[in-house]
């Protein structure tokens, strides 16, 4: 065939090509995939690919009894499962009519902001590998540790405590504990000068940081975008203070904010969270020894419990955002229905495929860990 004859093919730019951050790399926040279309150094097109990690909780939260649900909901979000436990306990108490002690709700307070200090130290430790600070890794492990001590110590668990039951909690503190968790708050406390000397202000991270995945607040809210992402684009809404659950109303504390909405003001608002968080938990162990009384409210057999038929949506203010759970019964032993409305299903698909697109490749890892996603909550 004579070369004229030949059909022009449509080729690329030799300067365009793809490359996949995950599901298995340093620079991507668990095991979770971002498909990135790149024009030499810059990201002109990036598409979030999931599904490598544990699926189907709804569905499968529909056919377990709803006393099942409670070791199935914490891995959603692994490192931060106190929420998941809580909201859905919330849920089931709503349809239930149950009316949670005071006590026990003082207790749940406590678990979650341990939770949420766990968490941001897994974070800041993740997002500091992404500039090569291993040190601030290392350190955000072991600190996280001694906080996975104290959930062992009062639950039984580690990681996935199962400790929240509809109605209220499994059992009550250990002798000492409250002593042992105020000891414990204050080492973390001194170890935050530590960690804004190696990390928040070493300027390697703050010109990585700075400028980066920048994000509006009209853009924030027009995308759904809630929690520290949200705080950092300077406006203070928080679950916790607006929509009070629990005895948040009777605990005082700030919400931080920041106005700039890049990678840096997003780390910025969940370091000054961790301090809001010790200054909680000081409330609470101050508190506790005086509040007495049951630690969950009477229950059926949990194996043989129809929660009777309506449908309610309970939320909570987890350490990635709000986090809400819509629950349907239709009377039965088992839930009819269960939607998850996590942040973490946004702000990594939607806002990350979005704040991705003109950047450059090394910035893809800052964006993605200022985000602070959870992908199994993705692969929900």
């Known amino acids: 065939m004579r070369p004229e004859n030949y059909q022009a093919i449509?080729?690329?730019?030799?300067?365009?090509?793809?490359?996949?951050?995950?599901?298995?790399?340093?620079?991507?926040?668990?095991?979770?995939?971002?498909?990135?279309?790149?024009?030499?150094?810059?990201?002109?097109?990036?598409?979030?690919?999931?599904?490598?990690?544990?699926?189907?909780?709804?569905?499968?939260?529909?056919?377990?009894?709803?006393?099942?649900?409670?070791?199935?909901?914490?891995r959603i979000c692994v490192p931060d499962p106190?929420?998941?436990?809580?909201?859905?306990?919330?849920?089931?108490?709503?349809l239930c009519g149950l009316e949670v002690p005071e006590r026990a709700q003082w207790i749940r307070v406590m678990q979650l902001e341990l939770s949420r200090i766990a968490a941001h130290l897994f974070?800041?430790?993740?997002?500091?590998?992404?500039?090569?600070?291993?040190?601030?890794?290392?350190?955000?492990?072991?600190?996280?540790?001694?906080?996975?001590?104290?959930?062992?110590?009062?639950?039984?668990?580690?990681?996935y405590s199962i400790y929240n039951i509809p109605g209220g909690v499994r059992r009550e503190l250990p002798t000492g504990f409250l002593k042992r968790l105020a000891d414990t708050l204050d080492y973390i406390e001194s170890r935050l000068p530590d960690y804004d000397n190696l990390?928040?202000?070493?300027?390697?991270?703050?010109?990585r940081a700075k400028g980066v995945g920048v994000m509006s607040q009209e853009q924030a809210l027009e995308w759904g975008v809630?929690?520290?992402?949200?705080?950092?684009?300077?406006?203070?809404?928080?679950?916790?203070?607006?929509?009070?659950?629990?005895?948040?109303?009777?605990?005082?504390?700030?919400?931080?904010?920041?106005?700039?909405?890049?990678?840096?003001?997003r780390t910025l608002v969940r370091r000054a969270e961790l301090q809001q968080s010790?200054?909680?938990?000081?409330?609470?162990?101050a508190a506790l020894p005086d509040i007495k009384?049951?630690?969950?409210?009477p229950i059926p057999n949990p194996l043989a419990w129809n929660v009777p038929a309506g449908e309610t949506y309970s939320r909570v203010e987890s350490s990635k955002g709000e986090l809400g759970y819509f629950v349907v019964s239709n009377g039965g032993p088992k839930p009819y229905r269960v939607h998850v409305r996590g942040p973490s299903s946004m702000h990594a698909v939607q806002v990350l495929e979005k704040l991705a697109v003109g950047s450059r490749i090394e910035d893809v890892a800052q964006t993605m860990?200022?985000?602070?996603?959870?992908p199994p909550e993705v692969d929900r």
């Open 10 to 74: 449509s080729q690329p730019s030799s300067n365009e090509y793809e490359l996949n951050f995950g599901p298995n790399h340093p620079g991507i926040e668990g095991n979770y995939a971002l498909k990135v279309k790149l024009h030499g150094d810059k990201v002109i097109e990036a598409k979030a690919d999931g599904g490598y990690l544990h699926r189907g909780f709804e569905k499968l939260m529909e056919q377990r009894l709803w006393i099942q649900n409670i070791a199935l909901v914490p």
């Open 226 to 265: 809630t929690g520290p992402n949200l705080r950092a684009t300077g406006l203070a809404f928080d679950v916790r203070r607006d929509d009070p659950y629990l005895i948040y109303d009777q605990i005082d504390f700030e919400i931080p904010t920041q106005d700039a909405g890049d990678a840096w003001a």
């Open 82 to 94: 106190s929420p998941m436990e809580v909201c859905y306990s919330m849920a089931v108490e709503d």
């Open 369 to 374: 860990f200022s985000l602070d996603a959870c």
């Open 123 to 159: 974070t800041f430790g993740g997002h500091a590998a992404t500039t090569g600070m291993y040190s601030t890794m290392y350190w955000g492990v072991a600190d996280r540790d001694l906080l996975l001590d104290l959930f062992e110590e009062f639950t039984g668990g580690r990681v």
């Open 199 to 207: 990390f928040f202000t070493n300027q390697v991270f703050v010109q």
């Open 278 to 285: 010790i200054r909680i938990l000081r409330q609470v162990v």
């Open 293 to 297: 009384g049951p630690l969950r409210a």
